[in-house]
């Protein structure tokens, strides 16, 4: 019989248990072994059947036990202490607040904007790599002290439970989510009335949504929520489920993500009195919206500036303080929406009237070749809403140069303004207890826990000393807790499979704790290849039974519930793993989440990773697999293209520039990683010394946690976020009050109606004929036309560098010239400089305009350049071959 209605009966937790509240609704204790430890005492069968989930523990915890644990002394000092220690983490200072002692520069705030947030299972709102980013990312601000504001959507089906048909065909299930189950809370105002936040949508509806809190240590987590009993039926489903339905649910929820979000940080600041953001960070394309809320915002008049400001100077105030980084290596995989769409949405009876709908749609407009004007491009708006962006590797960070190059028409894809910051993991989260006591034997705990957090590699270096048998020991505990996890997971799969008991015997010789084990585990688009070690079944069958060097396979990942491609490659994967020949050695299982990966990269001896290259952007479950002293065995892509070094893991040779035919490709690197695991891997891990360890696979464990360690944190990567984007950042929206922003906003206007008329002449030089002598320098001249710009208002530079058959220049640098003389009376500067020779072969210069201003953060910004009449055709002025 079901129920007509649902709520939730919280428990009454006696006086000195009370505190106990406190430590399950902060999620730091998803990161903290002590609390974990602690909750799990209080009944170690029901922890495991609450999947670990503190809230839900207490919640069935019986009165007696509740009764008993409030006498037990030793239960009451293990609170008071754990209590004591989360209140000196959330306040004391960290290596932020001594980083601000000397750089004042630093943000008061930050805001970081996410669809979708990998905290903890406890929490299912992610379904992939960037839900999990973005929770490492907050876990890492958190353990820094990084004043961050995490910014969400809270999904009342979240993203959705997997399980296996009888023919291995992906299900799907999605569980309604209770938020008064989940470790969250209600903002409300100071009257106690939940607070809500309202867009207006056309035909006068409105979308209202509630603001739940997340805890995360000492960040604040803000999760908008439409289903509130005010909304209409569609309205109400706004939030159901992550990244479902069609193209107006997409779009309502990203505005609900974007404009809604910046209110719930107004709210969320006036409530608390947080300080406010100062730097907006937009995680990906979805909530670009954010910076329209912004432009609004400083168009309302106020007590700080009486008549606010009009459009093109909000935007450069917003865009002075906006971050936003790219995860997508391909245009397919960014959100793009009909204009007429959007454009509905936006205007006098709809959302913002108060901005020009015209000028909201040239935010998003595809104006480079190749682009669909049709189409509303959220990446597009992400990077001109911000003035800094970054992809999420060094490699990924010149694909997206390349692919958005034609934002910055006249640039080479080099100087596009797109940097990059390497992800990284938390470690806390997905370092195994076993791999930190190992480090805490040598270092201690606390400075373990420092290592793991800020990245100190002097503390990494310490694994060094550790002897082989300890290494070896944990990890042969790990490979054997990983055996008995899949055995489990196994058999839960295969009864809802429809298999009895009877059926199941042969599941206790699943893996063997003793054979060489590989992990593969993540989203299944096409790209990533799941099935790319199927290639030759015959071979895999070879290399899982070969009866001196086996290997074993443990596969996970999830397919997106439209494709039907990716389904078949699960189908194809669990077929093979169905044989009673080989399902001892290959094995897959459904629900990929948090809970199974943190068993499973540690379990494992070698991480797979076999993309279509260049399509991996980062790639972090093999990071995360590293700080365990697991092994990597990839393509050269995302970060391991990087950090790639013989003496911790094997490059798989890729065929791209070689193979044009995708199936000719399978074929070729299927191979190599055959052979790789035949005649290099295998052997290394089965060669033992008389004492039965293999040297020379324990020295790869630890040269991948000295070398890698470090590299692969998250505190290193929001390090990296605070020094090169937020700092800057924060100093760019400083400087943007209203006279500035409408100075910038009028100075770009002008200069770029006299753009046309800015002319440059042919360059004069001191060389004589096509040669000229290494370490020699050249004087170069050159007359310029500013038109009504001052030469103040623009910089002169000659580009330098090689030259290829096609006078293109490649490696080039830029050095400014200096204005000598002008104007004449035709309006002319000239501008003189040296151009030292300091590389030989074929060299070639050219010389180029750009605008100038102390405010601009790269000289592309503007996307303007001017060059000589005869470099337009992209040649460069040669000088010598």
Same mark, same amino acid.
């Given at each position: 019989?079901?129920?007509?209605?649902?709520?939730?009966?919280?428990?009454?937790?006696?006086?000195?248990?009370?505190?106990?509240?406190?430590?399950?609704?902060?999620?730091?204790?998803?990161?903290?072994?002590?609390?974990?430890?602690?909750?799990?005492?209080?009944?170690?069968?029901?922890?495991?059947?609450?999947?670990?989930?503190?809230?839900?523990?207490?919640?069935?915890?019986?009165?007696?036990?509740?009764?008993?644990?409030?006498?037990?002394?030793?239960?009451?000092?293990?609170?008071?202490? #754990?209590?004591?220690?989360?209140?000196?983490?959330?306040?004391?200072?960290?290596?932020?607040?001594?980083?601000?002692?000397?750089?004042?520069?630093?943000?008061?705030?930050?805001?970081?904007?996410?669809?979708?947030?990998?905290?903890?299972?406890?929490?299912?709102?992610?379904?992939?790599?960037?839900?999990?980013?973005?929770?490492?990312?907050?876990?890492?601000?958190?353990?820094?002290?990084?004043?961050?504001?995490?910014?969400?959507?809270?999904?009342?089906?979240?993203?959705?439970?997997?399980?296996?048909?009888?023919?291995?065909?992906?299900?799907?299930?999605?569980?309604?989510?209770?938020?008064?189950?989940?470790?969250?809370?209600?903002?409300?105002?100071?009257?106690?009335?939940?607070?809500?936040?309202?867009?207006?949508?056309?035909?006068?509806?409105?979308?209202?949504?509630?603001?739940?809190?997340?805890?995360?240590?000492?960040?604040?987590?803000?999760?908008?929520?439409?289903?509130?009993?005010?909304?209409?039926?569609?309205?109400?489903?706004?939030?159901?489920?992550?990244?479902?339905?069609?193209?107006?649910?997409?779009?309502?929820?990203?505005?609900?993500?974007?404009?809604?979000?910046?209110?719930?940080?107004?709210?969320?600041?006036?409530?608390?009195?947080?300080?406010?953001?100062?730097?907006?960070?937009?995680?990906?394309?979805?909530?670009?919206?954010?910076?329209?809320?912004?432009?609004?915002?400083?168009?309302?008049?106020?007590?700080?500036?009486?008549?606010?400001?009009?459009?093109?100077?909000?935007?450069?105030?917003?865009?002075?303080?906006?971050?936003?980084?790219?995860?997508?290596?391909?245009?397919?995989?960014?959100?793009?929406?009909?204009?007429?769409?959007?454009?509905?949405?936006? %205007?006098?009876?709809?959302?913002?009237?108060?901005?020009?709908?015209?000028?909201?749609?040239?935010?998003?407009?595809?104006?480079?070749?190749?682009?669909?004007?049709?189409?509303?491009?959220?990446?597009?708006?992400?990077?001109?809403?911000?003035?800094?962006?970054?992809?999420?590797?060094?490699?990924?960070?010149?694909?997206?140069?390349?692919?958005? #190059?034609?934002?910055?028409?006249?640039?080479?894809?080099?100087?596009?303004?797109?940097?990059?910051?390497?992800?990284?993991?938390?470690?806390?989260?997905?370092?195994?207890?076993?791999?930190?006591?190992?480090?805490?034997?040598?270092?201690?705990?606390?400075?373990?826990? @420092?290592?793991?957090?800020?990245?100190?590699? @002097?503390?990494?270096?310490?694994?060094?000393?550790?002897?082989?048998?300890?290494?070896?020991?944990?990890?042969?505990?790990?490979?054997?807790?990983?055996?008995?996890?899949?055995?489990?997971?196994?058999?839960?799969?295969?009864?809802?499979?429809?298999?009895?008991?009877?059926?199941?015997?042969?599941?206790?010789?699943?893996?063997?704790?003793?054979?060489?084990?590989?992990?593969?585990?993540?989203?299944?688009?096409?790209?990533?290849?799941?099935?790319?070690?199927?290639?030759?079944?015959?071979?895999?069958?070879?290399?899982?039974?070969?009866?001196?060097?086996?290997?074993?396979?443990?596969?996970?990942?999830?397919?997106?519930?439209?494709?039907?491609?990716?389904?078949?490659?699960?189908?194809?994967?669990?077929?093979?793993?169905?044989?009673?020949?080989?399902?001892?050695?290959?094995?897959?299982?459904?629900?990929?989440?948090?809970?199974?990966?943190?068993? !499973?990269?540690?379990?494992?001896?070698?991480?797979?990773?076999?993309?279509?290259?260049?399509?991996?952007?980062?790639?972090?479950?093999?990071?995360?697999?590293?700080?365990?002293?697991?092994?990597?065995?990839?393509?050269?892509?995302?970060?391991?293209?990087?950090?790639? @070094?013989?003496?911790?893991?094997?490059?798989?040779?890729?065929?791209?520039?070689?193979?044009?035919? =995708?199936?000719?490709?399978?074929?070729?690197?299927? &191979?190599?990683?055959?052979?790789?695991?035949?005649?290099?891997?295998?052997?290394?891990?089965?060669?033992?010394?008389?004492?039965?360890?293999?040297?020379?696979?324990?020295?790869?464990?630890?040269?991948?946690?000295?070398?890698?360690?470090? &590299?692969?944190?998250?505190?290193?990567?929001?390090?990296?976020?605070?020094?090169?984007?937020?700092?800057?950042?924060?100093?760019?929206?400083?400087?943007?009050?209203?006279?500035?922003?409408?100075? !910038?906003?009028?100075?770009?206007?002008?200069?770029?109606?006299?753009?046309?008329?800015?002319?440059?002449?042919?360059?004069?030089?001191?060389?004589?004929?096509?040669?000229?002598?290494?370490?020699?320098?050249?004087?170069?001249?050159?007359?310029?036309?500013?038109?009504?710009?001052?030469?103040? =208002?623009?910089?002169?530079?000659?580009?330098?560098?090689?030259?290829?058959?096609?006078?293109?220049?490649?490696?080039?640098? #830029?050095?400014?010239?200096?204005?000598?003389? %002008?104007?004449?009376?035709?309006?002319?500067?000239?501008?003189?400089?040296?151009?030292?020779?300091?590389?030989?072969?074929?060299?070639?210069?050219?010389?180029?305009?750009?605008?100038?201003?102390?405010?601009?953060?790269?000289?592309? @910004?503007?996307?303007?350049?001017?060059?000589?009449?005869?470099?337009?055709?992209?040649?460069?002025?040669?000088?010598?071959?």
């Amino acid at each position: 019989m079901k129920a007509i209605r649902r709520f939730t009966v919280r428990p009454v937790l006696p006086e000195p248990l009370r505190p106990l509240s406190a430590l399950a609704r902060n999620l730091r204790w998803s990161w903290q072994t002590e609390t974990r430890a602690l909750f799990e005492s209080a009944d170690p069968l029901l922890w495991a059947r609450t999947a670990g989930d503190p809230l839900r523990l207490l919640a069935g915890l019986p009165p007696r036990r509740l009764t008993e644990l409030a006498a037990d002394q030793e239960f009451l000092t293990r609170l008071n202490t #754990a209590t004591a220690e989360l209140h000196h983490y959330v306040t004391g200072p960290r290596w932020y607040q001594r980083q601000a002692e000397n750089s004042p520069g630093l943000p008061a705030a930050v805001a970081y904007f996410s669809p979708e947030f990998g905290v903890t299972a406890a929490l299912p709102q992610y379904s992939g790599g960037l839900g999990i980013l973005a929770g490492d990312h907050l876990k890492s601000a958190s353990d820094l002290g990084v004043p961050l504001i995490g910014v969400g959507l809270l999904y009342r089906h979240g993203y959705f439970r997997q399980s296996l048909s009888r023919d291995g065909w992906q299900q799907e299930r999605y569980p309604v989510l209770d938020p008064n189950e989940l470790p969250v809370t209600l903002l409300r105002e100071t009257d106690g009335t939940p607070t809500q936040i309202a867009l207006a949508l056309p035909a006068g509806r409105r979308l209202r949504a509630r603001v739940w809190l997340a805890q995360v240590g000492r960040v604040p987590l803000l999760m908008l929520d439409s289903d509130v009993e005010d909304n209409d039926p569609g309205a109400r489903e706004v939030t159901d489920r992550l990244y479902g339905g069609g193209s107006e649910h997409r779009l309502l929820q990203e505005m609900l993500l974007g404009i809604g979000g910046v209110r719930a940080v107004r709210a969320y600041c006036r409530l608390t009195g947080h300080p406010a953001p100062e730097v907006f960070h937009t995680n990906e394309g979805h909530a670009g919206f954010l910076g329209l809320e912004r432009i609004h915002e400083l168009g309302i008049p106020g007590e700080a500036d009486a008549e606010g400001l009009d459009f093109d100077a909000a935007l450069e105030a917003v865009r002075a303080g906006t971050v936003f980084t790219t995860h997508t290596p391909v245009p397919a995989g960014i959100d793009r929406f009909d204009r007429e769409l959007v454009g509905r949405h936006f %205007g006098p009876h709809a959302e913002l009237p108060g901005i020009d709908v015209e000028k909201v749609l040239r935010l998003g407009q595809e104006t480079y070749p190749g682009g669909q004007p049709g189409l509303f491009n959220m990446a597009v708006m992400g990077l001109r809403l911000a003035q800094r962006a970054n992809g999420v590797s060094t490699l990924h960070g010149q694909v997206s140069r390349e692919m958005f #190059a034609g934002l910055w028409p006249g640039f080479d894809a080099e100087e596009v303004p797109i940097t990059s910051i390497t992800n990284g993991v938390h470690a806390p989260t997905w370092v195994a207890p076993e791999v930190f006591a190992l480090g805490a034997t040598m270092i201690g705990a606390a400075r373990t826990e @420092e290592a793991m957090t800020v990245g100190a590699s @002097e503390r990494w270096d310490a694994v060094a000393d550790i002897a082989d048998q300890q290494v070896w020991d944990v990890r042969s505990t790990l490979r054997a807790q990983l055996v008995g996890e899949v055995r489990a997971r196994l058999t839960a799969s295969w009864r809802q499979r429809g298999a009895g008991t009877a059926e199941l015997g042969w599941i206790d010789g699943v893996l063997d704790p003793e054979v060489l084990t590989i992990g593969f585990a993540r989203r299944v688009p096409s790209y990533k290849r799941l099935t790319l070690m199927l290639r030759d079944k015959d071979r895999l069958r070879a290399l899982l039974l070969h009866p001196e060097r086996p290997v074993q396979i443990v596969v996970a990942g999830k397919a997106h519930p439209a494709d039907d491609g990716g389904k078949r490659l699960i189908q194809d994967l669990v077929r093979f793993a169905d044989d009673p020949r080989v399902r001892h050695r290959i094995v897959f299982l459904p629900d990929y989440g948090m809970g199974m990966a943190q068993k !499973l990269y540690p379990g494992c001896d070698v991480w797979l990773n076999n993309p279509l290259r260049p399509l991996e952007a980062c790639g972090t479950s093999g990071m995360k697999a590293a700080l365990n002293g697991c092994l990597n065995l990839s393509v050269l892509d995302g970060w391991w293209d990087e950090w790639y @070094e013989p003496d911790f893991g094997w490059s798989i040779p890729t065929a791209d520039g070689t193979a044009t035919d =995708e199936d000719r490709r399978d074929e070729l690197e299927s &191979k190599a990683l055959y052979d790789l695991l035949e005649r290099r891997i295998a052997p290394r891990f089965y060669d033992r010394d008389g004492a039965g360890l293999p040297q020379r696979w324990i020295e790869m464990v630890r040269q991948t946690l000295t070398s890698l360690g470090p &590299k692969v944190l998250a505190g290193r990567m929001v390090r990296d976020y605070v020094e090169r984007l937020y700092a800057p950042a924060a100093r760019g929206h400083r400087s943007l009050d209203p006279a500035t922003a409408r100075s !910038l906003a009028a100075w770009k206007e002008r200069v770029r109606d006299a753009w046309p008329h800015v002319e440059v002449d042919q360059p004069e030089t001191s060389a004589i004929g096509a040669t000229a002598e290494f370490g020699s320098t050249l004087a170069l001249r050159v007359r310029v036309r500013t038109g009504t710009l001052g030469p103040d =208002e623009v910089e002169v530079q000659a580009v330098a560098g090689p030259v290829d058959a096609d006078d293109r220049i490649a490696d080039a640098r #830029a050095v400014p010239l200096k204005p000598v003389a %002008g104007p004449d009376l035709e309006g002319r500067w000239t501008y003189e400089g040296p151009l030292a020779l300091d590389r030989t072969g074929s060299f070639g210069y050219t010389v180029r305009v750009l605008p100038s201003h102390r405010l601009l953060a790269s000289a592309a @910004e503007l996307g303007l350049v001017a060059v000589p009449a005869e470099a337009r055709g992209e040649s460069a002025g040669v000088l010598m071959r």
